[in-house]
């Protein structure tokens, strides 16, 4: 008996009439064959070619540099606003000691937290090595200790990362140096080192005196 046409078409797990071939099937094996494309479920797969590859990363690089670029400026910034922050809680200490002490300054930071003026003695956020800091007989900063001397003057200061951007640096002291361990309120140098090259518009040296 021939199969009627409704049941040669009907559902089941074998084909019981092979596929026609059409007219795509034919013009896509002929583009596979041709360019050696591969076919996934029917349809040529395709990719990225190099170029859009080098403009993507090319993108991807471009926008990685501006986000560690605004990352180390902020970065930077949090860390002069808490070199400045301790300058002034040092300030503050050495005013309460000072008071203490019959108007004299003391001979280093340490002793400030030795003596319970500060908790502990800050230190610079990046280095944690100690703020130059020193103290003198007077404004015209003679050599002073206070077990041997009367120390009424005193130049703190610390290094700041960002130079003008640094609101702080409009109204510091910008002291030049002299001999002793006190910084160089006009200095670009690590911590605050001597310098005759920096200008009050150019110091990274945050200073401050009585």
């Known amino acids: 008996m021939t199969p009627s046409t409704s049941s040669r078409f009907r559902s089941g797990f074998t084909p019981l009439q ?3 071939t059409t007219l795509r099937s034919v013009e896509e094996n002929r583009i596979q064959k041709t360019h050696w494309m591969p076919r996934r479920l029917g349809r040529v797969v395709t990719g990225f070619t190099l170029i859009e590859l080098i403009v993507v990363i090319a993108i991807i690089g471009l926008l990685s540099s501006i986000v560690l670029t605004s990352l180390t400026r902020a970065r930077q910034k949090a860390r002069d606003a808490r070199r400045v922050a301790d300058i002034r809680q040092i300030r503050n200490a ?12 003391a001979d280093t930071i340490a002793v400030l937290a030795s003596d319970k003026f500060m908790p502990v003695e800050p230190k610079d956020p990046s280095t ?10 007077d404004s015209t900063r003679g050599a002073c200790v206070v077990a041997s001397g009367t120390c009424l003057f005193y130049h703190l200061g610390a290094k700041l990362e960002q130079g003008a951007a640094a609101g702080a640096l409009l109204a510091d002291r910008d002291l030049d140096a002299v001999a002793g361990a006190g910084p160089d309120g006009l200095s670009v140098a690590a911590a605050c080192g001597a310098d005759a090259t920096a200008t009050a518009g150019t110091d990274l040296c945050y200073d401050v005196t009585p």
């Open 128 to 137: 944690a090595a100690s703020y130059p800091y020193d103290n003198y007989t």
């Open 94 to 105: 050495l005013e309460l000691f000072a008071t203490s002490n019959n108007g004299e300054y």
């Open 18 to 20: 092979p596929a026609r």
